[in-house]
Nanobody, 123 residues
Framework: VQLQASGGGLVQAGGSLKLSCAAS????????MGWFRQAPGKERKFVAG????????WYADSVKGRFTISRDNAKNTMYLEMNSLKPEDTAVYLC?????????????????WGQGTQVTVSS
């Protein structure tokens, strides 16, 4: 599976962005998917995940109520809609896929990773 993240950019605090993660090579329908982010000099952190099959979602506390993860299996694409963005949301956002995954918040369980897209939120 090859994952391609896109949609990042520069936005003012309070603004919105929608990230996409397009997959090729295999159907995503049996993959749980996740978004992680990594700021310079910091560890990679879980942002949101969506489970295969029932599409149950998980969010980091820092983004609950502001970010929404979704998937469109017909388009083999996952999304992250980000609202009310804050400067502390600035990071490279990476998407990942986990075959029949259940532990969505753990980066170590994911099988495939995209290259990331930069999100910069100015104050």
């Amino acid at each position: 599976v090859q994952l391609q993240a896109s949609g990042g950019g520069l936005v003012q605090a309070g603004g919105s962005l929608k990230l996409s993660c397009a997959a090729s090579g295999r159907s995503l329908s049996r993959y749980s998917m996740g978004w992680f982010r990594q700021a310079p000099g910091k560890e990679r952190k879980f942002v949101a995940g969506i489970r295969w099959g029932d599409s149950i979602t998980w969010y980091a506390d820092s983004v609950k109520g502001r970010f929404t993860i979704s998937r469109d299996n017909a388009k083999n694409t996952m999304y992250l809609e980000m609202n009310s963005l804050k400067p502390e949301d600035t990071a490279v956002y990476l998407c990942a896929a986990d075959w029949y995954g259940s532990s969505l918040s753990s980066a170590g369980t994911y099988d495939y990773w995209g290259q990331g897209t930069q999100v910069t939120v100015s104050s």
